[in-house]
């Protein structure tokens, strides 16, 4: 079935040092991509997205990178911050308006 | 200010009893959605409406009910069916046209049931 994976379920990282969270997805249709941040008690923030036409895309400290070959999403976050401390999830869209969410990754952030 | 709010933030059932959560929306959008969070998990899909008077059903609908009898609105009921209804649940909403763009979520409602 489809499905949104992340490969680590935790990460944690020196203040100033770029992050790197990592997601696999199973559905080859979807054509969508997107980074949500989300902090403790709160509704999930959109972070940066991606269409499966594009393999990078920047954005401010953030990078996503989409590698279809091998189903796999990153985002990259540069000079990590404390505020950076948060779940992070990708989701993709399989071309209607279903959006799947994968179980995330806890970014710590060490000062 | 544009957003999507959502209501109670806090609320406690009694086993038996349906409760039913508010979101209400702003921006105009014509996309909206019910999402379950339990705790160290990952967001679920309840039910999702793309228009005025039709939803769909996601990934774990049972137990719940929805509808959408305006764009700004998408109340969601949990109903006694639901046999684990303690979670996180929250609501979101999307632009439609000219293509899907991300979700705008509110602040979640949690709900514990006693």
């Known amino acids: 079935g489809e499905s949104v994976g992340l490969h680590l379920p935790t990460l944690s990282v020196q203040e100033g040092d770029n992050s790197i969270i990592n997601c696999a997805y199973s559905n080859s249709a979807s054509d969508y991509f997107i980074w949500y941040k989300q902090e403790s008690g709160k509704g999930p923030q959109f972070i940066i997205d991606?269409?499966?036409?594009?393999d990078k895309r920047q954005g401010q400290r953030v990078t996503v990178l989409l590698n279809k070959t091998v189903k796999h999403l990153s985002l990259q976050i540069a000079a990590t911050q404390p505020g950076d401390s948060a779940v992070y999830f990708c989701?993709?869209?399989?071309?209607?308006?279903?959006?799947?969410f994968g179980a995330g990754t806890r970014l710590f952030v060490k000062a | 200010d544009g957003g999507i709010t959502q209501s109670p933030k806090y609320l406690f059932r009694k086993e038996g009893q349906n409760v039913t959560l508010s979101c209400e929306q702003n921006?105009?959008?014509?996309?909206m959605y019910w999402y379950r969070q339990d705790p160290g998990q990952g967001l679920r899909l309840i039910y999702y409406?793309?228009?005025?008077?039709?939803?769909q059903k996601g990934d774990i609908a049972e137990g719940y009910s929805v509808s959408r009898e305006k764009k700004e609105s998408f109340p969601l009921t949990v109903t006694s069916a639901q046999k684990n209804p303690t979670a996180f649940y929250l609501c979101?909403?999307?632009?439609?046209?000219?293509?899907?763009?991300?979700?705008?979520f509110g602040e979640g409602s949690r709900l514990t049931v006693l």
């Open positions: 989701a993709e869209n399989t071309g209607g308006f279903k959006t799947i």
């Open positions: 921006l105009n959008h014509d996309a």
């Open positions: 991606i269409r499966s036409n594009m």
């Open positions: 409406s793309q228009i005025v008077n039709d939803f």
């Open positions: 979101a909403s999307r632009n439609k046209l000219p293509r899907p763009g991300e979700l705008f």
